[in-house]
């Protein structure tokens, strides 16, 4: 077989389109009704009610996450993003020994363990929201589940594509972490 000759390539196109295919076929099926649970998330960061916006800011930073759960007695109240601290706290606040109350997202939409991929992605979609609370059936927080949960969920779908790229981008962007 001369792997120059035109039918070779289009022989080889063929095959990748029909294994892409299947591929996405199976992330279309059944993929997104699994249940939570099978993410294996991570346990939150809770902060209690009263805790300073410092405090909180520190901890987000420290831990390198995108948001704290607000707890009042281990009951979730709220929810405390990197958003809110670009929206609300960046340019506005002077006194950061303010409490967290006043800038978390009070009573937030919830998820359980038992909720689907799916179920996740159109709250997700559907209020904008890129961390969701996970509690259980005492509203007491369990996990939390962000889109880059479900993104490494999805790639799992795709290893060959993902494990397969190139080390270095030909297109050189910026070398930060927030430069997207």
Known sequence: ?????????????????????????????????????????KEPIVVETGTSLDEVIQCLVENHIGCVLVVENGI????????DVIMKVVDE???????????MTPNPKVLKMDDTILQA?????????RHVPVVNEKNQPE???????????????????????PPHPIRVGTRDREGG
């Open 1 to 41: 077989m001369n792997f120059a000759e035109p039918e070779y390539f289009a022989d080889e196109l063929k095959n990748m389109e029909e294994l892409m295919q299947e591929r996405v076929i199976q992330l279309k099926g059944e993929a997104f009704e699994v249940p939570l649970k099978t993410l294996n998330l």
């Open 143 to 165: 996990a939390v589940v962000s889109i880059k949960d479900i993104v490494a969920y999805m790639v799992e779908f795709f290893p060959e594509d993902v494990l397969n790229l």
């Open 121 to 129: 992605l159109e709250l997700m979609h559907g209020g904008g929201y």
């Open 76 to 83: 979730l109240k709220g929810i405390f993003t990197e958003r």
């Open 93 to 103: 606040v002077k006194d950061y020994s303010m409490p967290v109350d006043n800038f």
